[in-house]
């Protein structure tokens, strides 16, 4: 079950489901389960006084694990290892409902008599057979498996910054210092589905390496023990058991990534890789370390001199160095390290052999891009006189009025799924076409290059065709807008030296005039001391020797646009600093020249609210913005409640049920063979179902004939009713039917439905307010430019 070769050295690492296995395989390892077979030739000798099954905490755990999922459970049992028993493994698949847990307590009591573990694969699949990374469809928890280590200290630093689990379960195996490994759990709001497993998946494995976990975890697929079973290993019998439950502790999943992300490594925890080989010495050693002739030490002349040219090539070909750097780089090794050192020209072909050989292994070099735009050697400063007499033009805005300006930055903000990336191509599309977007102006079309990092290519592409765009705008957008697929790789050296080559290629001509990362997390490179988002340092690293680094190298004057998420803030907090939001470090506002933050004022409402904070012109005031008809509009400002905004909101919702509950009513009572006219159902209904008075229910009655949800019919004869001699008529609504007797077609014996239909002959006016005749009873139309 795990994407991960399975390390047939760690005793307690948990085998996985076969992905692919031959019909032989299959007919050699799996044996479906029956609980009335026996599959061993002789019994298993096993401590019949050890712990058994526990049905109760095995539906805890169900509930837990498989809740809100639908689909079926991969279920694996097999013999754990040091029993000195063999055994087939056995796969099942479990349908998550109600008896779930019934089944997975019958099937562990049956693999406790068996001698053999119990695993599951902590998500749900399609079809019986499935058990592929691929093949999962829902998972509702995030789970990490700590098995090494001190185990206290890493959960104590799980629920520092995590918060309590949903549940901890003990695995029943012991570490070398005799501390219980353990299985922490996080039950999500709902089932993760799509790209969000992947994202599940992503944060399992980032948990694991902050505190030391099993990284196998960062696989869909890899199985766990299941609590209430029975864990057998080395001829030791215990339960897996829960030793903390908080079913009711639930996490988005959306916050806990991000709650993920600001946690630092526990204690002791290295995010380095390390890539030192333990039979080589370290390269670092290496670099420092004389070597003399005639093999009088552990490290020959020969094996120095290949290692170290190595190290300059690999640096050179990564673009890390420039070839005169690494040529120096060599040259200085062979003077200090090598006793006698070697002649130039064996230096050189040993050089050029081995830099074939990278080439021809690893592909064509890495440019290494300039540490910065060249500038003058003298600092640039000027009189104050100089500066007041200058009276050249101002520099023209990439976005005006002063939003981005040439050579600036600008942050964009929002919290997860308020709608950035959509906002954000709506506005880059719009730029690219040279066509105003919002009150933001471009002096003309527009040079972008989107390099994005969310969105794989064809869920790119799908979302760029339904976002609503007037067509003169793609049309005119069609060359100038250019972006990438999701990328898998950090704006590093290596990284910015692919994207120079994208941009270069995608325009050849001329240099964009803007640069967009979206977002910042998923591109962040720290530097050397791997710092993240929230480090002071390494926010400054990445905005100097990456972003302005890599707009230096593409044009000092290109504008750069960094997508960047939120931290949750209250409402307090966003009112009197919105910008405090911005996750990560406080650099990051101290640097840019104008910020952008994208928030929900009323979370129950579509309205987002966008503050502008500008470095290099005056202030703006927030924008009300909103997507109407899939397009995004501008609100007017003076149509939001500055005062009690909550009470208005709930007459608001109030005046809306009420207006459903008048078309449900008019539904059910002609259903039961009664027609009302306004004053009647006024009369009728006065003081029930919550509709209030005859007056309230009139004036409703009022609003809702003017937005064309109800309409009148005057000739009630066809259903038994007098032709009403009023203004308007009996009250009708669309799709109304009259009685409950089932209509049959003479002609064809179609079932027509219940009752008889019920359609309009007048509706009221919604200009003028008068009763007008309806031109086609059976086509409901509503009045254009009324909403509800």
């Not at 905004?645 to 709930?650: I, L, N, P, S, W």
């Not at 005859?694 to 064309?708: A, C, N, P």
């Amino acid at each position: 079950m795990t994407d991960e070769p399975t390390d047939p050295s760690d005793p307690d690492q948990e085998p996985a489901m076969r992905e692919d296995p031959t019909p032989d395989e299959t007919k050699k390892n799996i044996v479906h389960f029956n609980p009335w077979r026996d599959f061993n030739d002789a019994a298993p000798q096993i401590d019949v006084f050890g712990d058994e099954p526990d049905p109760a905490q095995i539906a805890r755990f169900m509930q837990v694990v498989f809740g809100y999922c639908d689909g079926l459970i991969p279920v694996r049992s097999f013999i754990d290892k040091g029993q000195g028993i063999d055994g087939r493994p056995h796969n099942i698949w479990i349908e998550a409902d109600q008896a779930a847990p019934e089944k997975m307590a019958t099937f562990a009591t049956w693999a406790s008599r068996e001698g053999a573990a119990v695993y599951v694969i902590p998500g749900t699949v399609a079809a019986p057979g499935q058990a592929k990374a691929a093949d999962i469809l829902q998972m509702q928890t995030v789970v990490v498996d700590l098995d090494t280590g001190d185990i206290a200290a890493k959960r104590a630093h799980l629920e520092r910054h995590l918060g309590a689990p949903s549940m901890v379960v003990e695995s029943g195996g012991v570490t070398a210092g005799g501390q219980r490994k353990c299985h922490i759990w996080w039950a999500l709001t709902e089932p993760a589905e799509g790209d969000d497993i992947g994202r599940v998946c992503r944060l399992r494995g980032d948990i694991a390496a902050k505190v030391g976990g099993d990284m196998h975890f960062r696989s869909a697929h890899q199985p766990i023990r299941v609590a209430g079973s029975v864990y057998y290993k080395n001829n030791l019998k215990t339960q897996v058991r829960i030793v903390e439950l908080n079913a009711d502790r639930e996490r988005d999943l959306a916050e806990f990534i991000e709650a993920v992300t600001d946690m630092p490594p526990a204690a002791g925890v290295s995010l380095q890789p390390a890539f030192t080989h333990p039979d080589k010495p370290a390269m670092d050693e290496v670099l420092v370390t004389p070597v003399r002739e005639g093999a009088q030490d552990d490290w020959s002349r020969f094996e120095g001199a290949s290692a170290a040219i190595g190290h300059f090539i690999r640096m050179v070909h990564e673009g890390r160095m420039t070839k005169d750097e690494g040529w120096i780089g060599i040259c200085g090794y062979n003077a200090a390290m090598l006793r006698p050192q070697w002649p130039v020209e064996r230096l050189k072909r040993e050089s050029e052999r081995l830099w074939e050989r990278h080439v021809e292994k690893y592909g064509p070099p890495l440019i290494r891009l300039d540490s910065g735009a060249p500038g003058p050697v003298e600092m640039p400063a000027f009189t104050l006189g100089a500066l007041l007499d200058d009276q050249s033009p101002m520099p023209e805005d990439i976005i005006a009025p002063r939003v981005l300006t040439p050579g600036g930055l600008l942050v964009l903000g929002g919290a997860p799924k308020v709608g950035k990336s959509d906002l954000l191509i709506s506005w880059l599309v719009h730029m690219a076409a040279g066509v105003p977007f919002l009150g933001f102006t471009p002096p003309r079309p527009l040079r972008i290059f989107y390099l994005q990092a969310e969105i794989q290519y064809h869920y790119l592409r799908e979302r760029l065709k339904q976002i609503a765009l007037p067509p003169e705008v793609l049309a005119a957008a069609r060359d100038t807008f250019v972006a990438t697929p999701k990328l898998k790789m950090l704006l590093d050296n290596e990284g910015s030296v692919r994207v120079a080559r994208a941009i270069r290629t995608a325009f050849p001509d001329a240099p964009p005039d803007i640069l967009c990362v979206d977002p910042i997390r998923n591109l962040f490179d720290g530097g050397p001391d791997g710092g993240g988002e929230n480090d002071n340092t390494a926010m400054m690293f990445f905005l100097k020797e990456r972003v302005e680094v890599l707009r230096d190298h593409i044009d000092p004057d290109c504008g750069v646009i960094l997508i960047h998420h939120t931290k949750k803030l209250s409402k307090h907090q966003v009112k009197e600093d919105p910008f405090l939001a911005l996750s990560g470090a406080s650099a990051l506002r101290g640097f840019y020249t104008s910020g952008l933050l994208m928030h929900r004022p009323d979370e129950d409402s579509s309205v987002r609210r966008l503050e502008i904070e500008l470095r290099n012109g005056p202030a703006l005031s927030g924008k009300l913005i909103d997507k109407l008809k899939g397009e995004w509009v501008e609100l007017n400002p003076m149509n939001e409640r500055l005062v009690r905004k909550e009470a208005g909101a709930k007459l608001d919702a109030e005046r809306l049920r009420k207006g459903d509950v008048i078309l449900t009513i008019l539904h059910e009572e002609a259903a039961s063979g009664r027609l009302y006219t306004t004053t009647q159902f006024g009369e009728a209904f006065e003081n029930k179902a919550g509709l209030g008075s005859k007056y309230t229910i009139r004036d409703r009655i009022g609003v809702l004939t003017t937005k064309g949800h109800i309409k009148f019919l005057r000739d009630g004869r066809p259903f038994g009713k007098a032709v009403v001699r009023s203004r308007f008529g009996y009250l009708v609504v669309e799709g109304l039917r009259f009685g409950s007797e089932t209509q049959i077609d003479p002609d064809t014996g179609e079932v027509l439905g219940e009752g008889l239909p019920v359609l309009p002959s007048h509706y009221k006016c919604s200009g003028t307010g008068a009763c007008l005749q309806v031109e086609n009873p059976a086509v409901w139309v509503y009045p254009e430019g009324l909403d509800d």
